[in-house]
């Protein structure tokens, strides 16, 4: 399935140099506002040590990771949903993406210009998320006018029924809305109607990059914005970066890299746990096809089932599914090889329902 999340922020918080890092790309990354007009997209491989490893055992020549689309979208202003700035254009790209990753300044530097006379992260996102919240407000108008007429004109009662249900929902987020309750806003769309699915913004999934100084990474809990982002989210949806050393660390060759991350204190680059937590908040787990061609990583939704997850790497296996051979590539690390594997009993034949877990390796049988 297809991963996509868009990089949102204010202008001059450090979008496109991200952006930059995260897909060795070289979009400009001037210092003046809007630089990024049209959005940039770009793919980028999901890093997994559990690759290298299966192409040793099965011999394969080669590796195809799974991949997430990144998306720098231009930078957002207050009144963007009324035309301000670049307006509605960049506001329609964010309802396209999964994940909404917000990246917001938690440095001070008088060199580089900010939309705001004060660094204040947190109004950054306020200023973001209502802007998102007027668009959805529109939305919600345009569909509701139409769904309340077409209820009076319809003679249907399954359809009726699917109406009433869905203005009843629009008039609750409308009102949320309205209030500017975010909360209940995402509560609501636990239960976003099918024929709603995929049309509000400010109910999306989200990520907090903390833009800090290179200063700050040596002790991260002096900074008192990346604090209060902490006190407002949860430690588990902010994570503090360093933007511009991750893009010097990109541009280096992997000995070098590994150099200049021990300089400061890095273990990884935070990259790779952006694009994992980008994985996670999405509900996604991996699972593998190999063979002495290719290893493959398949990402799917936690949940999935392996005929589902069949339909990934081909319609016409999920359309004629038997049953699969599947173990776990945990199992076959610790029991080395996979006729050790399969003495040990932990190779099993599955039928369609079976759920996949993360790391499931699958050979899938199929009728033609």
């Given at each position: ?14 979008k496109?140099?991200?952006f ?21 997209v ?18 394969s ?32 790209h ?28 947190i ?6 998320t209502a ?23 319809c ?20 009102l949320?809305?309205?209030n500017?309750?975010?909360d ?17 913004v ?12 290179e ?20 430690s ?5 970066i ?19 991350m ?19 908040n999405?509900?996604?787990i ?15 939704k936690?949940g ?12 016409d296996?999920?359309?004629?599914f038997?049953?699969a ?40 049988r199929?009728?033609?």
């Amino acid at each position: 399935m297809a991963v996509k999340a868009g990089l949102v922020g204010l202008p001059n918080v450090g979008k496109s140099t991200l952006f930059n890092a995260l897909t060795r790309s070289q979009v400009p990354a001037e210092n003046y506002p809007f630089c990024t007009i049209d959005p940039h997209v770009a793919i980028t491989n999901v890093p997994d040590p559990r690759l290298e490893p299966l192409k040793t055992i099965y011999s394969s020549q080669t590796i195809i990771p799974a991949t997430a689309t990144f998306v720098d979208i231009a930078g957002l202003v207050k009144g963007a949903a009324s035309g301000e700035g670049l307006g509605n254009q960049f506001l329609s790209h964010i309802k396209q993406v999964d994940l909404i990753i917000h990246v917001l300044r938690c440095f001070n530097d008088p060199d580089i210009m900010h939309a705001n006379d004060t660094i204040d992260p947190i109004e950054d996102y306020d200023i973001i998320t209502a802007e998102l919240m007027l668009k959805d407000l529109e939305t919600v108008a345009n569909i509701l006018a139409k769904s309340e007429k077409l209820y009076k004109t319809c003679q249907n009662v399954a359809e009726k029924g699917a109406l009433e249900q869905q203005i009843t929902f629009l008039k609750q987020m409308e009102l949320a809305l309205n209030n500017g309750d975010l909360d209940k806003i995402r509560l609501l769309s636990n239960d976003i109607p099918s024929a709603l699915n995929n049309v509000f913004v400010s109910t999306k999934n989200f990520l907090i990059i903390a833009n800090i100084s290179e200063q700050d990474l040596s002790n991260i809990t002096d900074n008192e914005f990346v604090q209060a982002l902490n006190k407002r989210f949860g430690s588990e949806k902010v994570l503090p970066i360093c933007v511009k050393i991750e893009q010097e660390l990109s541009q280096l060759e992997h000995n070098d890299a590994t150099e200049l991350m021990g300089l400061y204190g890095l273990c990884e680059p935070s990259l790779d746990i952006i694009i994992r937590k980008t994985y996670h908040n999405l509900g996604l787990i991996t699972f593998f096809t190999c063979g002495p061609q290719e290893i493959h990583a398949w990402p799917i939704k936690h949940g999935t089932t392996i005929r589902k997850a069949a339909g990934e790497i081909h319609s016409d296996l999920e359309r004629g599914f038997i049953c699969a051979e599947v173990f776990n590539s945990q199992d076959l690390f610790e029991n080395k090889s996979i006729l050790a594997l399969k003495e040990s009993g932990k190779v099993r034949t599955e039928g369609q329902d079976y759920i996949v877990r993360d790391g499931d390796i699958v050979l899938v049988r199929f009728s033609k």
